[in-house]
């Protein structure tokens, strides 16, 4: 039985691990300050090439959707996301638990509309209604589409234009960046980004995120918010050990080529099998449209989330590879499919 | 150099690491539903002798505190607290920030008193004022010092008396129960808790704590809170492993009796160079009133915190041994500070 | 000059003006606690032949709608509305910030689909997503249309099977029991509802809603919730003295039959000029399309609201009719619109 | 049957009831952007000698302080305030359901002790305690006491210092002012106080209170907060009108002095009668020590409150006296009393 539910379903990468290994009787500071941490940011910090950046070691994606809102916006502030934007659907109104509303728009394949953004935007003009006052990106997005450079720097463009705050969920970055027709690169994203973070959980880290706080405005008091939100781990030692190998000797870019590869082969499953895709994607999430009886046939041989109804008969499915699947699951997988088509 | 700062300062126990290096490429279920986040619970509810208690792990104890007290409580609906109480000080205003007041009230060593809880129940009689609906109380308190259960039960009889909820923070509970004078057994604690959290972060978990709910009314929907407030974490595991570890073969009593036992020793040298202590403590936290040049000097040789100014000359000190604190460490502190005194 | 612009524009219904005057100098309980709170909660009561509601006088729509909603959910709970809904759009993200997200759904002319709130209903299944636990309406709806009583039997019915409350908005509820036609009566509300309120500042009232609970889950600490949000006016007086005499002689009833018959004289104009309308709405707001140079010339003589842009030449705009509009504005009205058409 | 219960037990001065006659069927913009509101702005900046301020007309003290408070802080932010303040006990935890932490403090008579506020200032300085950033007084304060000049510059410098919001609230501020020995003047509080409010409730206006932003920091979006919190009137000509006339011809002071000239009386009767006061306060509320069977006699006769328990035998009790209380009220007390004490 293989397991293409998600991308967070092994433990940790074999580095990561050694390294938790050898430290583990190392006294050191809790509360996120202890030397791997130190030394994680040094190394992330290196990566894109920017001393002015905060770093924060977190423990997942909600944590830093939450952080980096609340802190960011007053009371009668509200993000802007897509309708499938993961802060709008799947954190059970984490956001909105701190008291801001989400302004859902239209997307294109997960991806914000820019011209539906600006629609949203000339409306909201008084005080009767919410000021947005920050974009919320996913990228890759939960559909598992990109997007390029020209388009982030259009979406900056707008949040310049109406003075919002321009923020990126992370959580598959490293897949993205992986993807060798990306033309944005890690080093690009603190050009346009105001905060973002980089996933780890999804990634190949024991659990944990790196949050990046461009913008000077976002920064003070930040580890106050932390604490208050219950996101400060006494044993912040898991994330730093986890993120300071990830940065070195390009872990973290190997560990998502690998990913998407095997998403690569079980792409190639599904064309020449003839099974059409529900979305383009280009990362190591694929969506497909599968009939419902072969679901079911496949569900006793293997694990992947059924998405949403597409019709009567049919429902998209996603399947997820990680830095840990093996090419062989894929075969087997291949063998199934094939099998169960007939 | 050693380090008395706290007692979550290494990585976690040995028997924990082996499991997470055993099951590392093993594909679980992620968000608290793997198997071994299930055989946690099975074991804990075993120690408890409950079969009906629900057990959420989290990440921390702040989540847990968060989380205990917004979900049971309706708006207008206060907790009350000791002073010195974790939620009163050192969580950056976490429960305010979920709504809710805190009532302060006064502490007798870190305990509630009976009195001073029920004048502040009386006072709260009408509409212009919050609703004190849940008793919190940490045991051990934030000074070491524990509840016995003649205590337990009276404040479990007020609560009753006034219709309030009854919650403990049980950080460092199994330093209380690893205490022999104590009385207060574990399964005795569902009988007398509407709610309260088994620590794990403090006791030789790579991180995490089990939260117990004991009444019926705070089990609905508990893990839509969770995931909304951020703590339900992809990586489950890491959390599970380290409980089934700890309540496999007793694990957990003996970890803390290890920290309880060098707490003892380091008391020892407290009383033997005639140190006064600033409260008396059972259990792995050791409060004493040093002189401020001593305080100087020490710092040069082991960390510990520098709890408050007791008078002009001299601060109380805060020293805190762990699962894995060494015998000679205590040794040779006790060498220096024969040292620094002379 | 006059002025469409809404229904409270002028100061109050004579009568009430009268009773204010009569006892200014009685001195009174505050907080909502005096006798004409008291003998006006009496009047409602018998409107609504039920004794067993709760009724609270508040001081306007926003504040029934902020209690009425986050008394009830818990922090995961959401609440379901049309997109066009006042909570949805025009109050500054009110019931976010306490804390609930409020799903936003099609409509048809402003009411709930209740096709699309099945959808939606059936959706929401699992931890990551908020929980539906209340439906909202508005009636008559933002867009001037009303809910007959089989349309909201109906819905009664979804809330029922997916275990919703059920709220209604009644702003302008007079307005709708005004309308001949309107089969839903008074009386048959409570049947129907959990909560509602019964709109004052758009019919007369000095200022204040009435807000009635009927389900007594809802019921408990009610006053602490209002004193809370801060809608417990010392002056409490101020809305009793209003509802009093509302409730008194019909005069609820009579004030609303103004208005919309002043609408209908308006609407008549409408149709005879050949003025399309936007949406067919029965009550007291009227919804047509003007040619934008019209607009233009209208409005050095009259005061109106532009809704929305309609395409490139046109635009919605909304004439809304009082207790206190006077046939005269109507035909003064008629002849620059004719005027203006030429 | 004579009252001393608060002084807003009243309906109106003569002359806002006057305008409000005068005015009722002239149309005018809604949620205080009427043409009363604005004049009364201007009115109050004249008496302010300040064209630089920001002023909001509002509906009630708890929702001054809920919207200078809230809109101010940051999350991790928090107020500091005597624990006799109102927002600490009397407001059902208003400022902590928007998420803040009140941090109470000793005080002197209800006045905010500047040895206490510098201490709780210093301790907190980390990232695990809440921040400290807005100092709350009243003035006068809960017990009819005030600040004098000296005081106010004093707690300015340490909110200075320490880097704070300093915020009054002047829920019976014309007391103050109408106080002969009183220093303190109207135009002198924004040279000292980033936000303060002048209570019209409790000095004969219909209702309603004026809030007064000085820092510039303060002011950007404050309507949205307004209407987010539902406190935008659409009927804000009423607090309109009220705080126009308030502030025509001395209106304000007068009305207070009247209330503390009989005030001045009522503390001669219990001067004269030998009965302790609690506190010596200047203003309209007297707060005096009675023996309890003393405190039932005078029940059958008058209303009052009775404040707290001062010892086994006797009561505090709290006598207020307003713009509209009689000098007969006086004397037909004094009788009775004298007669009770017999």
Excluded at 132 to 160: D, V
Excluded at 206 to 221: F, H, P, S, T, W
Excluded at 230 to 236: C, I, V
Excluded at 310 to 324: K, L, Q
């Amino acid at each position: 039985m293989y397991n293409f539910q998600s991308d967070y379903l092994e433990g940790c990468a074999p580095e990561i691990l050694e390294e938790i290994i050898k430290n583990n009787y190392k006294q050191v500071t809790g509360y996120g300050l202890d030397e791997y941490s130190n030394e994680a940011k040094t190394l992330i910090k290196k990566a894109l090439k920017r001393e002015d950046v905060d770093i924060h070691l977190l423990p997942g994606g909600t944590p830093c959707n939450i952080l980096a809102i609340s802190s960011a916006l007053r009371p009668h502030e509200a993000v802007v996301a897509a309708k499938t934007g993961h802060i709008a659907v799947h954190e059970t109104g984490a956001i909105e638990a701190t008291g801001h509303k989400i302004i859902e728009i239209e997307h294109r394949d997960g991806k914000v509309d820019p011209k539906a953004l600006i629609e949203v935007l000339e409306k909201h003009n008084d005080e009767h209604m919410v000021k947005p006052k920050m974009l919320f990106i996913s990228n890759p997005t939960e559909l598992g589409t990109i997007y390029n450079l020209e388009e982030i720097r259009l979406l900056k463009e707008i949040c310049k234009r109406y003075n919002l705050y321009f923020y990126m969920d992370g959580a598959r970055l490293a897949n993205a960046l992986a993807f060798k027709e990306n033309d944005l690169k890690l080093e690009d994203i603190p050009n346009y980004l105001d905060c973002f973070y980089i996933g780890g959980t999804k990634n190949g880290a024991l659990l944990g995120e790196a949050l990046v706080i461009v913008n000077d405005e976002l920064k003070q008091d930040f580890r106050h918010q932390i604490k208050q939100k219950g996101q400060m781990l006494a044993k912040g030692r898991v994330i730093g050990l986890s993120f300071k190998t990830l940065f070195e000797n390009n872990l973290y870019l190997k560990l998502a080529k690998h990913a998407n590869k095997i998403a690569d082969a079980l792409r190639y499953v599904f064309e020449a099998l003839k099974i059409p895709f529900y979305v383009e994607s280009p990362t190591n999430q694929i969506f497909v449209i599968l009939d419902n009886d072969v679901i079911k046939k496949l569900q006793t041989k293997c694990e992947f989330i059924v998405w949403e109804a597409y019709d009567n008969n049919r429902s998209v499915c996603r399947f997820v590879t990680s830095w840990a699947t093996k090419e062989e699951a894929v075969l087997e997988f291949a063998q199934d499919l094939r099998e169960f088509l007939k």
